[in-house]
């Protein structure tokens, strides 16, 4: 495999974690402009999702001292007795994801102990009459509610979807089958309700169980409960029958409803407001190249071959909106301007790797070297536009000629989209895909096989 691209993309993450110890350790990012550390308030009163969203990617890189400096932080100072307002969503991809991962990876106990008492922290958000869980959830006392901004308190399609790989788990590690009973009255529900088109909407009532409204989006807010439902059926070793019909019936009605080529040639998947079509695509839509691929082998056989196109010409479209050598956070197809951010507001680029996810994904299934080609155009972006002198930072406006930083390097920069990169460069046999799954925010988890119980004392 490629050296050089491999040892750069070690040499940048262990230039971002080593700034982010100097300067925000224990913090959940580091602003690198100003050399601080930022909290925010989307883990509650969680600190140090940096660093648990890296245990995986330094363990895996072979950077030893700083896992182990990550190790002891996790030991001795993740404080899990938080009484803020926590996303659900995010403290599961990223906390109970990264900690799973770390221990399945090194088989470290304290990692299993930790993972348990968050996993239930959670389970107070499912309180509701469907069982749909709410979006909030403050992890002391267990009170959870809907985001103030999403409508009429619905609950949002790719928070109560994503938990299915990370909860599976919980039960397995806990001989406890009520995080699995969970994630699966979410599945019943959505079965058996109505779906416009086949299609599942990005807003449903978790009092009545209803769409709220008609938006459907593969990018925001709907994104990652379709890649779980492929990865639920390659994670139970090809097992879960309903999860694979659930896949391939919704991929069929986003064929038939949101799949679009543009007057250049460009496959892309646009949004869907009640019937209208909304001719963009978001940067998080871009994972798609790679579910698609992942999936080709388990559909109708005679739909392999056009599984693998789809997936190509996805992941093309979204490095044609690389223009720049790196993609906007949203671009469009109408106005005669193709794969481009047309709207100002939509320019910036926060360190994203959906569409690195995607290259890697490709190179796996398909080996074609433009793929770490691709790879590396981004490698090369990444050090020339996002490194600044301590750290990486996202940027502004990706078509600017002058780069204006926006202070933040994102936790999911090391979790994901460096991970990526160095998977992308490394042989196969590193985390194999017919071995492990990897959660959204790219946290490695293993297929559940039968016999499951003997290997998972290593």
Known sequence: PETLPRLLSVSMMK???????????????????????????????????????????????????????????????????????ASLFEVNI????????????????????????????????????????????????GTSWSWGWASAGSSILAEFGTLHLEFVHLSELSNNGIYTEKVMNIRKLLNKIEKPHGLYPNFLSPVSGNWVQHHVSIGGLGDSFYEYLIKSYLMSDKTDE??????????????????????????????????????KMGH?????????????????????????????????????????????????????????????????????????????????????PKYREWGWEAVEALEQHCRVEAGFSGIRDVYAQTVSHDNMQQSFFLSETLKYLYLLFSDDDLLPLEDWVFNTEAHPLPVVRKNWRVRENH
């Open 94 to 141: 990223r906390y109970v994801g990264g900690l799973l991962s770390a221990y399945y990876l090194t088989g470290e106990e304290m990692f299993k102990r930790k993972v348990m008492v968050l996993g239930e922290k959670l389970l107070p958000a499912f309180n509701t009459p469907t069982g749909i869980p709410r979006g909030v959830i403050n992890l002391g006392s």
């Open 15 to 85: 230039f971002a974690w080593d700034n982010y110890k100097s300067f925000a350790w224990g913090k959940n990012e580091l602003r690198p402009l100003t050399r601080n550390g930022h909290i925010g308030n989307m883990f509650g009163g969680l600190r140090g999702a940096s660093i648990v969203d890296s245990l995986d990617t330094l363990y895996i890189m072979g950077l030893m001292d700083e896992y182990n400096d990550a190790k002891e932080w996790v030991e001795t100072s993740l404080d899990l007795n938080s009484n803020g307002e």
């Open 242 to 279: 309903e999860a694979k019909k659930m896949y391939y019936s919704a991929l069929e009605a986003i064929e038939a409803n949101l799949v679009q080529k543009s007057p250049g040639g460009l496959t892309y998947m646009a949004e869907w407001r009640g019937g209208i079509l909304d001719h």
């Open 284 to 368: 998080l839509a871009c994972f798609s190249g790679g579910m698609v691929v992942i999936g080709a082998d388990d559909g109708a056989p005679e739909k392999r071959q056009h599984y693998l196109d789809l997936a190509a010409e996805i992941t093309h479209t979204c490095h044609e909106s690389y223009t720049t050598k790196l993609g906007p956070e949203a671009f469009r197809f109408d106005g005669g301007a193709e794969a481009t951010a047309t709207r100002l507001s939509d320019r910036y680029y926060i360190l994203r790797p959906e569409v690195i996810e995607s290259y890697m994904y490709m190179w796996r299934l398909t080996h074609d």
